[in-house]
């Protein structure tokens, strides 16, 4: 199937580009919108909200675990939204790394059988339950939620070099938002 878009008076008939012409339409190729390059429309939200809903995720998450021990203590905080504004601008996501160890109750192996089984009760999606692509080939969940489409990460440093003790390392990341007008991203960070 060839088709056929006029840039001025000139005709494009390859058929390498017409994928990407049927995709992103005649007139917007190489000239795509934020929307297009994000797959999505990002919800204009404050930071702090956005901020309180992952600390609230990671959270969550913890209790899901079902163990007790050290908890790192960093909050969510601003980061870049990559695809469409790495100078934060317009556009910001959230992002929690934390990590729990020094277990008191429980193991780390039941903390992530316990997500297992949870995580899809409390509708999250597995997308990856299998090891890192590391040399240590540690334990890894990946999921993402299927309401707020917030992602995580979840894995199990049983090996570590040195004489590093295990933890569970997790990763919270939010979708693209948009900054409220007048909002300044950057002094969030």
């Not at 999505?40 to 702090?48: A, D, N």
């Not at 309180?52 to 675990?65: G, P, T, Y």
């Not at 007790?68 to 790394?97: M, R, W």
């Not at 692509?133 to 334990?139: C, D, K, L, V």
Request: overall charge negative.
């Amino acid at each position: 199937m060839a088709v056929a878009c006029r840039f001025g008076s000139l005709p494009v008939l390859s058929t390498v580009v017409v994928a990407s012409l049927v995709l992103a339409g005649c007139g917007s190729v190489g000239n795509r919108s934020d929307e297009e390059k994000l797959g999505y429309k990002p919800q204009e939200r404050e930071i702090q909200s956005a901020k309180d809903q992952v600390n609230d995720i990671s959270s969550r998450l913890l209790d899901l675990m079902g163990v007790k021990g050290k908890v790192t203590e960093p909050s969510a905080a601003v980061n870049f939204c990559e695809t469409v504004d790495p100078d934060l601008q317009k556009y910001y996501a959230i992002h929690h790394p934390w990590s729990v160890y020094d277990l008191e109750a429980g193991t780390f192996g039941q903390a992530m059988e316990n997500l297992r089984r949870a995580l899809p009760e409390h509708g999250w999606k597995i997308t990856k339950d299998g090891e890192t692509n590391s040399i240590a080939r540690n334990p890894e969940i990946i999921a993402v939620n299927k309401k707020s489409r917030h992602t995580i990460t979840v894995e199990w440093a049983k090996e570590r070099s040195g004489d590093l003790k295990q933890i569970i390392a997790v990763d919270v990341s939010s979708r693209c938002y948009r900054a409220p007008e007048g909002t300044d991203i950057s002094e969030e960070k």
